[in-house]
C-alpha cells in the first residue's frame, strides 16, 4: 500500500526558507492530489496547501504569500517551501494524499494516507 | 471564513456510546470527514463523505451530518478508542479542520 515518508531539516532559523520533502512509495504519485498538514506542539491541524501530480496547486490563504509546493514526478515526490519562518511556524510536518470525490453538482476533499510526520523547530 | 468548532473533551465508559459533535455554519451543505490520533502518531481516516468508513475501520465508528452540525458516534466504545478526533471539510477551495475533540474513556 501507498507509504509517505516525510524528511528535511529538523531545525530552522528565523527569517530563514523551510524545506521539505515528501517521498511517495508503494505506488505511483500521479493521477492525485498531495497535501502538507502542521501540527503546532499541543494544537490541532491546519492545512498548508495541496499539488496534483501535474503541477497545479492550492494554498491556504493565510500561508499563501509564504508558501510554495512544487512536484517531482520522477523521483514519486513532493515538497514544501515555507519562508520567512518564525517561532510559530514550529510543528509537526504532515504529508498526505488528497483524495478528491465528486458528488453530483459537489466536490471535496480528504485525506486519506497520512505520512508519519516530521518536527520541524525554528530557533536561532 | 469556514470554521469548525468541537468540544475541547468528551469523555465515555468502556461499552457505551460516544458523541463528538462538529458545528460550523450550513455544515450539512459540505462533506464531513474524521480523523483518529493517538498520541504521538500521525492521524488516520475513520470516517469520509459524513459517514463512510475506510477499509480496516471498525463497524463501530459511525457518522452522520446535518443541518449545522456533522457527528462522530463511536458505539460500544474501547480503551483503545482513546484518542483525538478531529473534523475536516472542504469550504471555499481550503481544508478546513476543526480544533480537536479529546475522547477519554474512564
Known amino acids: 500500500q501507498v507509504q509517505l515518508q516525510e524528511s528535511g531539516p529538523g531545525l530552522v532559523k528565523p527569517s530563514e526558507t523551510l524545506s521539505l520533502t515528501c517521498t511517495v512509495s508503494?505506488?505511483?504519485?500521479?493521477?492525485?492530489?498531495w497535501s502538507w498538514i502542521r501540527q503546532p506542539p499541543g494544537k490541532g491541524l491546519e492545512w498548508i496547501g495541496y499539488i496534483y501530480y501535474s503541477g497545479s496547486t492550492n494554498y491556504n490563504p493565510s500561508l499563501k504569500s509564504r508558501v510554495t509546493i512544487s512536484v517531482d514526478t520522477s523521483k514519486n515526490q513532493f515538497s514544501l517551501k515555507l519562508s520567512s519562518v518564525t517561532a510559530a511556524d514550529t510543528a509537526v510536518y504532515y504529508c498526505?494524499?488528497?483524495?478528491?470525490?465528486?458528488?453530483?453538482?459537489?466536490?471535496?476533499?480528504?485525506?486519506?494516507?497520512w505520512g508519519k510526520g516530521t518536527t520541524v523547530t525554528v530557533s536561532s | 471564513s469556514f470554521e469548525l468548532t468541537q468540544p475541547p473533551s468528551v469523555s465515555v465508559s468502556p461499552g457505551q456510546t460516544a458523541s463528538i459533535t462538529c458545528s460550523g455554519d450550513?455544515?450539512?451543505?459540505?462533506?464531513a470527514s474524521w480523523y483518529q490520533q493517538k498520541p504521538g502518531q500521525s492521524p488516520v481516516l475513520v470516517i469520509y463523505q459524513d459517514s463512510k468508513r475506510p477499509s480496516g475501520i471498525p463497524e463501530r465508528f459511525s457518522g452522520s451530518n446535518s443541518g449545522n452540525t456533522a457527528t462522530l458516534t463511536i458505539s460500544g466504545t474501547q480503551a483503545m478508542d482513546e484518542a483525538d478526533y478531529f473534523c475536516q471539510a472542504w469550504d471555499s477551495s481550503t481544508v478546513v479542520f476543526g480544533g480537536g475533540t479529546k475522547l477519554t474513556v474512564l
Open positions: 508503494g505506488g505511483s504519485i500521479s493521477s492525485y492530489y
Open positions: 498526505a494524499r488528497q483524495r478528491l470525490r465528486f458528488l453530483e453538482s459537489a466536490y471535496y476533499y480528504y485525506m486519506d494516507v
Open positions: 450550513k455544515m450539512g451543505d459540505e462533506y
